[in-house]
């Protein structure tokens, strides 16, 4: 009886497993999206260090909340590994113990990996929300490879790229480690990037093939062979708009966040071509819209793709017109993102017209 019992529960769990895991694999795609913004607002507010280690900060599981915190103090319990600042420096404390009247140098040790000693209580959180959120879509993406393994005997595929983007999540939280101990070392930002814009591809290639549906795309091989020369072109808009981010990040250090209006965009030439670029990217998917409206192609992503453009050129004019007004570099970045996966999910409904697809 008891075997019975605990079959019956394996079997309504693996119906539901499998009946939502399409449901599963939109959580996680959304967020990665949430990690994109999130990354984006502390690039934005330059609060890429107020966390100075990994995966704590500042030693704590809950970062410090004033700066009185980071200081050291007599009679008090520090446990092991927590970082104060002294003289514009860090110390980690060695082992646990409570300090005396003055500070014993045998306690403390310097922190080697970078010299970044600075508080602000405002890119401290903004960081710590920023890994919060990763750590959260880390835990969606185990229940994402838990759901997949129902699928191993019917569906390979669907389990081997689940355990393929949770290889990338853990690459991406190792990266993101560098990137804080190489004090934001700007090669590894853009790969960072790029690295989860291809955990979004994987993560609608999942949903794609998960969904139940027939295909009812007319087929036209122009739209297809252009809509990949045009997501090309976004990627190459893509890398060079993160090159561009990085060049206002160090305008940003020179003449900081309250001087903005000093920044020179017209002396990069990444700007300078990323801008020519985008006149075309956009001309071409107004192409893609009206054929696909010419044709009768069937298509409702173009829509939403020219949707996406326009908040996304809004965003870039209003960073080089005015200034750029807070918020707008995490939204032309997010949507940047989105652009990417709406294009790309396109690619996948465009390659498979006429052909029912196998459900599960």
Same mark, same amino acid.
């Given at each position: 009886?008891?075997?019975?019992?605990?079959?019956?529960?394996?079997?309504?769990?693996?119906?539901?497993?499998?009946?939502?895991?399409?449901?599963?694999?939109?959580?996680?795609?959304?967020?990665?999206?949430?990690?994109?913004?999130?990354?984006?607002?502390?690039?934005?507010?330059?609060?890429?260090?107020?966390?100075?280690?990994?995966?704590?900060?500042?030693?704590?599981? *809950?970062?410090?909340?004033?700066?009185?915190?980071?200081?050291?103090?007599?009679?008090?319990?520090?446990?092991?590994?927590?970082?104060? !600042?002294?003289?514009?420096?860090?110390?980690?404390?060695?082992?646990?113990?409570?300090?005396?009247?003055?500070?014993?140098?045998?306690?403390?040790?310097?922190?080697?990996?970078?010299?970044?000693?600075?508080?602000?209580?405002?890119?401290?959180?903004?960081?710590?929300?920023?890994?919060?959120?990763?750590?959260?879509?880390?835990?969606?993406?185990?229940?994402?490879?838990?759901?997949?393994?129902?699928?191993?005997?019917?569906?390979?595929?669907?389990?081997?790229?689940?355990?393929?983007?949770?290889?990338?999540?853990?690459?991406?939280?190792?990266?993101?480690?560098?990137?804080?101990?190489?004090?934001?070392?700007?090669?590894? !930002?853009?790969?960072?990037?790029?690295?989860?814009?291809?955990?979004?591809?994987?993560?609608?290639?999942?949903?794609?093939?998960?969904?139940?549906?027939?295909?009812?795309?007319?087929?036209?091989?122009?739209?297809?062979?252009?809509?990949? *020369?045009?997501?090309?072109?976004?990627?190459?808009?893509?890398?060079?708009?993160?090159?561009?981010?990085?060049?206002?990040?160090?305008?940003?250090?020179?003449?900081?966040?309250?001087?903005?209006?000093?920044?020179?965009?017209?002396?990069?030439?990444?700007?300078? +071509?990323?801008?020519?670029?985008? !006149?075309?990217?956009?001309?071409?998917?107004?192409?893609?819209?009206?054929?696909?409206?010419?044709?009768?192609?069937?298509?409702?992503?173009?829509?939403?793709?020219?949707?996406?453009?326009?908040?996304? +050129?809004?965003?870039?004019?209003?960073?080089?017109?005015?200034?750029?007004?807070?918020?707008?570099?995490?939204?032309?970045?997010?949507?940047?993102?989105?652009?990417?996966?709406?294009?790309?999910?396109?690619?996948?409904?465009?390659?498979?017209?006429?052909?029912?697809?196998?459900? *599960?």
């Amino acid at each position: 009886m008891e075997a019975f019992f605990y079959a019956f529960i394996y079997l309504c769990l693996k119906f539901l497993m499998k009946k939502h895991f399409s449901l599963i694999v939109k959580i996680c795609l959304i967020s990665i999206y949430v990690i994109i913004l999130a990354g984006s607002t502390v690039r934005m507010t330059g609060s890429g260090m107020g966390c100075p280690d990994w995966p704590k900060c500042f030693g704590h599981l *809950i970062p410090p909340t004033s700066e009185d915190q980071m200081l050291w103090k007599p009679n008090t319990e520090y446990k092991q590994g927590i970082i104060i !600042i002294k003289d514009e420096t860090l110390l980690v404390s060695k082992q646990k113990f409570i300090s005396g009247s003055e500070l014993n140098e045998r306690n403390w040790k310097p922190y080697t990996k970078h010299d970044y000693a600075k508080f602000n209580v405002i890119h401290t959180w903004v960081e710590y929300i920023n890994r919060l959120a990763t750590v959260i879509s880390g835990f969606l993406f185990l229940l994402l490879i838990f759901t997949s393994l129902y699928f191993w005997k019917e569906r390979k595929l669907l389990v081997i790229l689940s355990f393929i983007t949770l290889f990338l999540m853990g690459f991406e939280a190792w990266l993101g480690k560098t990137v804080v101990d190489t004090n934001l070392a700007s090669g590894k !930002i853009t790969i960072h990037m790029l690295v989860a814009l291809l955990i979004v591809a994987l993560l609608l290639v999942l949903f794609y093939k998960s969904k139940k549906q027939l295909n009812k795309f007319k087929r036209d091989g122009l739209y297809k062979n252009l809509l990949i *020369i045009v997501f090309i072109l976004t990627i190459v808009q893509i890398v060079l708009g993160i090159e561009v981010r990085e060049f206002v990040d160090e305008q940003l250090k020179t003449f900081g966040f309250a001087n903005k209006q000093l920044i020179t965009l017209d002396a990069n030439t990444n700007f300078l +071509v990323h801008r020519s670029f985008s !006149i075309l990217v956009v001309f071409l998917n107004v192409w893609l819209f009206i054929r696909n409206r010419k044709l009768n192609l069937g298509f409702t992503m173009p829509f939403w793709i020219l949707v996406i453009i326009s908040i996304e +050129v809004l965003a870039g004019i209003l960073m080089y017109y005015v200034d750029f007004p807070f918020g707008t570099q995490a939204i032309h970045m997010l949507f940047a993102a989105l652009l990417f996966g709406a294009q790309f999910y396109l690619i996948l409904e465009s390659r498979n017209n006429f052909k029912e697809k196998k459900t *599960i």
